[in-house]
């Protein structure tokens, strides 16, 4: 009678089964995220453009009501030039977090300023480190919401500090340094290449992330055990 696989092999499937899963759900909310930021940066440059046309607008009617009239040189200066504000307001970037001063934010603000500093440089990294991008994307939407609720000195979040303030800057910026022609040709020493290397990183990045997410939530998920036996206690069906 034939047997079925192994159970540590049934495991073992499972368990890859599940960090695929977990791959690409944080991939897709990782998609999500940008997505959104997209739509907002988009929704404030059409803002800032309209606002910018009907300034420059209202200063030509101003300057031709002072004037005592608007001529036709004027009026066909302002059919060139209050288009060209519109449109200039809505080219012009929008300003977000500081990625110059990642060195210096505390560790509240770190989150923000790493997010923009990977999307800035996204596109030097290597294509293999995209699922490790959007994972740390997703740990660090995580930890904006937990750092904001913690001091700067807590032990947790000084090592995020550390960690995202200077090591993870750090990483990148020795492979951006490195010639694109050498990144996944050269084999260093180790017998890996600077473009392993740096996706090896970014994935020890990723997983420190989550196991600082993890250590923030302790107390958060102690309280909720301890509220959900009280509400038993409290109101089960078998209350007295």
């Known amino acids: 009678m034939a047997s079925g696989p192994p159970k540590d092999l049934l ?25 959104e930021k997209r739509k907002a940066n988009m929704g404030k ?26 001529g036709i040189g004027l009026f066909l200066l302002a059919l060139l030039l209050v288009p060209i504000a519109g449109i200039a307001g809505m080219l012009l970037p929008i300003g977000g977090p500081d990625v110059d001063r990642i060195d210096r934010a505390t560790p509240a603000e770190l989150p923000g300023i790493t997010e923009a500093f990977l999307d800035k440089q996204r596109r030097q990294l290597p294509r293999l480190a995209a699922p490790q991008l959007d994972g740390i994307a997703v740990q660090l939407a995580a930890l904006e919401t937990q750092l904001a609720r913690v001091p700067a000195d807590h032990p947790v979040a000084q090592d995020i500090g550390r960690l995202l303030g200077n090591h993870l800057p750090e ?70």
Request: no cysteine; hydrophobic share 40%.
């Open 171 to 240: 990483l990148v910026d020795r492979y951006t340094r490195i010639p694109p022609i050498q990144r996944a040709n050269l084999v260093e020493h180790d017998g890996r290449t600077p473009e392993a290397t740096v996706v090896d990183g970014l994935k020890t990045v990723e997983a420190e992330l989550a196991r600082a997410s993890a250590q923030l939530a302790e107390s958060d998920r102690d309280g909720l055990r301890v509220q959900g036996k009280f509400l038993e206690a409290r109101y089960g069906e078998g209350r007295g």
């Open 45 to 70: 440059r059409v803002t800032r453009g309209m606002l910018t046309f009907f300034a420059a607008l209202a200063a030509f009617i101003v300057y031709g009501w002072m004037a005592g009239g608007a």
């Open 11 to 35: 495991g073992t499937e499972a368990d890859a089964r599940r960090r695929r899963l977990a791959r690409a759900e944080a991939q897709q909310m990782a998609r999500n995220r940008r997505w």
